[in-house]
Each structure stands twice: as C-alpha cells, then as structure tokens.
C-alpha cells in the first residue's frame, strides 16, 4: 500500500510546489524545463527504456511528437490553474479526465458502454460543471470571472487527451518506458528551445525547483506504476485509490492548509468526482 501512498502523495506535492511557485519567486517555465531533463534521465536510470525499439516502421511517431508539446503545455495550464483556482478544484479536474478515455474507449476502441459506465459519466460530467462554477461576487472581486474555469477546463482535456494519447501507444505495441523517456526528452528540448527563443536568464532557484518537481513528477508516475505490479490482479482498486486519493488529499491541503474557499457546489463537485469514480471503477 506504501506504493500508493507514495505516488498519491508525489501528485499533491506538485500541486504545493506549483501554488507556491510565484510567492518563492520561481520561472514555472524554467521550473518545468528542468522537471523534464530530470525525469528523462530518471526514466533511463530507472525504467531502462530501449529507444532504439521505437525506432521501428510502425511507430506512431506523430503520438509523440504531440505528446511532446502536449506534456509541458498542459503542466504550464495546471500552474496557472492552481494559481488561480487552487489546489483543490485542480486536482479534481485533473483526476476526472479519466472521463476522456473512457469515452474513447466507447468512440474509438468500439468498446461496450454498460448502463453502470454511463451513469458514472453522467455523474462526472456533473461533478465537472459544479467545480468549475465559482462564487461570481469571488471571481469578480479578482477580475478573473470566467478565467479559472477555462483552465480548470483546459486542465480536464488536456491530461485527458494526454492518457489517450499513451493508451494509443500500448496499442501500436510500442514500449511503454520507451515511450516515456521520449516524450519527456522531447518536452524538455521543446521548453529549451522556447526559453532559449525568449533569451531567459536561468537562476540556480528555478534550475533547484525544476529538480524537485522532476524528482516528484518521475515519483508519482514510478510508484504508480509499481502499485500496479504490486496489485497485478485488481487494477480496478490501484486507479481508484489512486484517483480519490488525489482528490481528498488535495482538498485537505488546499483548503485546510492554504485556505482555499470552496463555495457549496465546489465541495458538491468534489463529492460526486469520487462518487463517479466509485461507479466507474466498479464497471470496469
């Protein structure tokens, strides 16, 4: 059970570390640059990735390729998420993207849709629309109405199409730590490149957070992966632990440690996310 409680543990703590970014005077993008070199390097010492098997006819490099501007450019819309909505709803939004490759699995991989699935979806879909809703008195005090919804949004898709985009991967028989490595090594030199574009001074501060929120980035998805082979028989429990644990743990943090005011329908939002993934993971 360590696994989990390590991995659900290294996904909150890069919701903190993103929330107390601006206040520690710390680059995000820079932050992130170096989150990627650290976990490509992570990713080759720890997984053993061979590179070379991707280098076959079949491989669907075009995957990559967008997986490679998808990965930093939604990291760089859960900083901003975080920031301006907090930790709480962020995570939530993050976690119910399992709404998108549940519905390619119907749309695209032409499996079943049960009554049980598609009632978790219906409940999800809920649960998405009451966080994304904010107090409009709150949200125009800080001339940001509209604004944390659409990154909350943004948020919600763009990890979903991410975990599409690796589910496409398995399917095309490439290797998935291959695949990883990658990806990460691709997003790194694309934050390089559009840093070194923009002429940014790096500062050992941001080069230092990029580190942590590599080593807590590799983390996460590692012991993830590790639950899974703890647990080889019931995924269904690893996804869900997983998932609840990331929406409760960030709720706690966020509201209890950084005051985060959630309004009724949020904390109802944050409710029914877990409820759809108890109906959803009972489906599965």
């Avoid at 390097?41 to 061979?50: F, G, I, K, T």
């Avoid at 709480?88 to 119907?106: E, G, H, K, N, T």
């Avoid at 694309?190 to 590599?214: D, E, F, K, P």
């Avoid at 996804?239 to 949020?266: C, D, P, R, T, Y």
């Amino acid at each position: 059970m360590y696994t989990l409680i390590v991995s659900v543990s290294c996904s909150v703590a890069v919701s903190i570390l993103l929330k107390i970014a601006r206040q520690q005077r710390i680059e995000i993008d820079q932050a992130i640059a170096v989150n990627y070199l650290l976990a490509a390097a992570l990713c080759l010492a720890v997984l053993r990735p061979d590179p070379a098997s991707l280098l076959r006819p079949d491989t669907p490099w075009w995957i990559l390729a967008v997986l490679g501007v998808l990965l930093p450019g939604i990291f760089l819309a859960m900083a901003a998420a975080v920031r301006h909505a907090g930790i709480v709803l962020s995570d939530a939004a993050q976690r119910l993207s399992l709404l998108i490759p549940l519905a390619a699995s119907f749309l695209i991989f032409g499996e079943a849709a049960s009554t049980g699935k598609l009632a978790g979806i219906a409940v999800a879909l809920v649960a998405l629309a009451c966080l994304l809703l904010r107090p409009r008195r709150q949200a125009a005090a800080s001339g940001e109405l509209g604004k944390s919804a659409a990154l909350l949004l943004c948020v919600w898709a763009g990890y979903g199409c991410i975990d599409v985009l690796f589910k496409q991967l398995a399917k095309s028989g490439a290797d998935f730590a291959s695949s990883l490595f990658s990806a990460f090594a691709l997003a790194a030199l694309l934050m390089i490149l559009y840093l070194a574009l923009r002429r940014c001074a790096w500062s050992m501060r941001n080069v230092t957070a990029g580190l942590v929120l590599g080593l807590l980035n590799f983390s996460n998805i590692y012991f993830y992966i590790r639950a899974h082979q703890v647990y080889p028989h019931n995924p269904t429990l690893v996804f869900s632990a997983m998932n609840i644990g990331v929406i409760s743990l960030g709720a706690v943090v966020g509201a209890g440690f950084f005051k985060e005011k959630l309004s009724w329908m949020n904390v109802l939002g944050i409710v029914l996310a877990i409820a759809a993934i108890v109906i959803l993971m009972q489906h599965m």
